[in-house]
């Protein structure tokens, strides 16, 4: 009993760590509802019947986006680190009469690697050199 037991859970333990676990935000098969909006035919009410409200509105222009990103875990061997494995990005833009006047689909290899910069910036700089000479010298 104890040895079926064991086999059990060794199992149930193998299973549960050769399946790649995903984490999905966002709305899902965005890219395939996206062939479904016309442009210049199709409104915001058809837009949100079929795709849904959008995740952010623009403030300035009547511009909606909907996003959806899933992670997945990279291997056994990173201990929980996920990789984005899809970045959709739908930018759509009304234009005064409520149609669709252009759409935009950003995937994942359209994202910008910004790198952060290691140099100090000036206002630190400017902070450190217009310091009185008391404060500069060591006491």
């Known amino acids: 009993m104890k040895n079926i037991s064991l ?11 050769l399946n790649n676990v995903s984490d999905t935000h966002g709305f899902r098969f965005l890219e395939t509802k996206t062939n479904k909006i016309v442009i210049n035919k199709t409104n915001k009410n058809d837009v949100k019947k079929s795709i849904g409200p959008p ?3 623009s403030n300035f222009n009547d511009i909606w986006l909907y ?5 997945t875990n990279q291997s056994i061997y990173k201990l929980g680190k996920k990789k984005i494995s899809k970045n959709n990005i739908l930018i759509l833009e009304f234009n005064s009469m409520g149609l ?19 140099k100090v910036t000036f206002w630190s700089r400017c902070i450190c050199k ?10």
Not at 7 to 17: E, H, K, M, Q, V
Not at 67 to 71: A, F, G, L, N, Y
Not at 103 to 113: C, G, R, T, Y
Not at 130 to 138: F, I, V
């Open 7 to 17: 086999i059990i859970l060794f199992f149930f333990t193998i299973n549960c760590s």
């Open 55 to 57: 995740s952010s509105v």
């Open 67 to 71: 996003i959806e990103r899933k992670k």
């Open 100 to 118: 669709v006047s252009s759409k935009k689909f950003l995937k994942l290899e359209d994202m910008n690697d910004i790198k952060i910069a290691e």
């Open 130 to 139: 217009c310091q009185p000479n008391w404060l500069q010298s060591p006491l």
